[in-house]
């Protein structure tokens, strides 16, 4: 695990923060959570489908969420289990197919369901007098104002709104999932901007501001070389490794 600097002012009342970027079969979660198990422990998102050249199997994947869900049953006041694009996809094939694992595309999808009361789109968590927001992506103003007639408007929009979607009936849960469906150009899409499960970092480098008020923590787009700080508002963490806040320090 690496520490993560944010420049917030101490709390020492608060435990500690691990976060789990991108998982994506990987084992590294494992060793992250070993003597954390009483501090705040975020999962990203992003379960399941591996990439081809780690040479992680599909099963191997499964096996990995499985036992995530497992560790959250085990801890669910500390762990926070948030959904990616690659996870959604299984609930709403609309939202992505990338690298599906087609063989066991209906036992995820029921393992998903089972356990959607366990998963959250997003997490905010008080930390030095801000807020953070945890996103599998990143939330951007120009996509509440694309969905805002959907997710609320701009100035009515709260994150947490996109949880209350996910779990409320089916029909708002197909809006949530509408919504999440935007790819922008950076990914290969035809959409202006991309969703908090589809934002490419480099929109928000090159224009795309994160919504205000908060400091973002997200992954999605793989970046092995380190964390990656857009413009002091938020950092993407998809660095195939798990960090540290220790919010006794700052």
């Given at each position: 695990?690496?520490?993560?600097?944010?420049?917030?002012?101490?709390?020492?009342?608060?435990?500690?923060?691990?976060?789990?970027?991108?998982?994506?079969?990987?084992k590294?979660?494992?060793?992250?959570?070993?003597?954390?198990?009483?501090?705040?422990?975020?999962?990203?998102?992003?379960?399941?489908?591996?990439?081809?050249?780690?040479e992680?199997?599909?099963?191997?994947?499964?096996?990995?969420?499985?036992?995530?869900?497992?560790?959250?049953?085990?801890?669910?006041?500390?762990?926070?289990?948030?959904?990616?694009?690659?996870?959604?996809?299984?609930?709403?094939?609309?939202?992505?197919?990338?690298?599906?694992?087609?063989?066991?595309?209906?036992?995820?999808?029921?393992?998903?369901?089972?356990?959607?009361?366990?998963?959250?789109?997003?997490?905010?968590?008080?930390?030095?007098?801000?807020?953070?927001?945890?996103?599998?992506?990143?939330?951007?103003?120009?996509?509440?104002?694309?969905?805002?007639?959907?997710?609320?408007?701009?100035?009515?929009?709260?994150?947490?709104?996109?949880n209350?979607?996910?779990?409320?009936?089916?029909?708002?849960?197909?809006?949530?999932?509408?919504?999440?469906?935007?790819v922008?150009?950076?990914?290969?899409?035809?959409?202006?901007?991309?969703?908090p499960?589809?934002?490419?970092?480099?929109?928000?480098?090159?224009?795309?501001?994160?919504?205000?008020?908060?400091?973002?923590?997200?992954?999605?787009?793989?970046?092995?070389?380190?964390?990656?700080?857009?413009?002091?508002?938020?950092?993407?963490?998809?660095?195939?490794?798990?960090?540290?806040?220790?919010?006794?320090?700052?």
């Amino acid at each position: 695990s690496a520490n993560l600097l944010l420049h917030l002012e101490p709390d020492t009342n608060m435990p500690n923060w691990v976060i789990i970027p991108d998982v994506h079969g990987r084992k590294f979660w494992r060793d992250a959570v070993q003597g954390h198990e009483e501090d705040k422990i975020i999962f990203l998102g992003d379960y399941v489908d591996p990439y081809d050249w780690e040479e992680i199997l599909p099963g191997e994947a499964y096996k990995e969420l499985l036992d995530i869900i497992e560790f959250k049953k085990a801890h669910p006041d500390n762990v926070v289990l948030l959904l990616g694009n690659h996870d959604l996809g299984y609930l709403d094939p609309t939202i992505c197919t990338c690298r599906r694992d087609c063989y066991r595309a209906e036992r995820i999808r029921k393992l998903f369901e089972e356990n959607l009361a366990l998963f959250d789109i997003v997490h905010v968590e008080d930390m030095g007098g801000g807020k953070v927001l945890f996103s599998h992506a990143g939330i951007g103003e120009n996509w509440i104002k694309q969905r805002g007639h959907i997710v609320g408007n701009m100035d009515e929009f709260r994150p947490e709104h996109l949880n209350e979607m996910l779990h409320g009936d089916l029909p708002e849960r197909d809006l949530l999932f509408l919504a999440l469906t935007d790819v922008s150009w950076f990914r290969g899409g035809p959409d202006k901007v991309g969703s908090p499960v589809w934002a490419d970092v480099q929109e928000y480098l090159e224009g795309e501001r994160l919504i205000g008020g908060y400091l973002h923590i997200f992954g999605h787009t793989l970046h092995e070389g380190g964390p990656i700080n857009v413009r002091n508002h938020g950092f993407c963490l998809d660095c195939a490794q798990a960090f540290i806040i220790n919010q006794n320090e700052g």
